[in-house]
């Protein structure tokens, strides 16, 4: 099947979810996990009207943003950012998706005061509290963000997670809904937390229909990663 009649698929399938949870897909962005995908399935992407893609490392990452200059696209990191990588980062990505400590912060709101720049980005969480993942235990999210609202230079603009990998996308429904409450409850007028960044090839569906604003989907509409 074509990138494009993928693609096509996938926003069959969200406009589907949000049918079903009562929203508009308007209000779902569906960003790209290009890594590790072939130049010519980004752009056949492009082609069929994605503009959001999702890069897992920096370097990667800047190599894209040259590749693609003369394109309209909005790149989001979505990988483990390490602070040696921020002032690389910056001026790349429209959102940073895994910020998940106040050292990491800082270092995002130092590089970006140099720049003359806000950089958004989500505070990561792990809520599902696996080991091998990255992100804040969900009772330390509210220290994280009263951190990121005293620096000038960072805007956090919501919540992300990586639930487990599961053989049925409704095993992970109650860790989408508890990130969509945390998120609620953290919310304020000063700082609304707009976005949330959950939801992968296994299971966007599930994650749309418990409020997600930001589904990271790469096999289901690139195929297979070519290396």
């Not at 998706?97 to 590089?111: M, N, P, Q, T, Y």
């Amino acid at each position: 099947m074509s990138v494009g009649l993928r693609l096509q698929a996938v926003r069959a399938r969200i406009a589907s979810a949000c049918d079903r949870a009562g929203r508009a897909p308007s209000d779902v962005t569906l960003v790209g996990v290009s890594k590790k995908q072939p130049p010519e399935r980004l752009r056949a992407a492009l082609e069929a009207g994605l503009r959001d893609f999702g890069e897992s490392y920096v370097q990667e990452l800047d190599a894209r943003v040259t590749e693609f200059s003369e394109a309209d696209v909005r790149w989001h990191f979505i990988g483990r950012l390490q602070r040696n990588k921020v002032k690389q980062l910056l001026g790349k990505a429209v959102l940073v998706h895994d910020v998940d400590s106040e050292r990491l912060a800082r270092e995002i709101d130092k590089r970006a005061a140099a720049a003359d720049r806000v950089q958004r980005v989500l505070v990561a969480v792990n809520v599902a509290g696996e080991a091998s993942k990255s992100g804040v235990e969900p009772d330390l999210v509210a220290d994280l963000l009263g951190t990121i609202d005293s620096l000038a230079h960072v805007d956090a603009v919501g919540l992300m997670t990586m639930p487990p990998l599961v053989t049925r996308p409704e095993d992970n429904r109650v860790h989408f809904a508890a990130l969509r409450a945390l998120r609620d409850r953290l919310s304020t007028a000063h700082r609304p937390l707009p976005e949330l960044s959950m939801g992968t090839t296994a299971d966007f569906e599930v994650a749309v229909e418990e409020g997600a604003t930001l589904v990271r989907v790469g096999t289901a509409v690139f195929g297979e990663r070519a290396y």
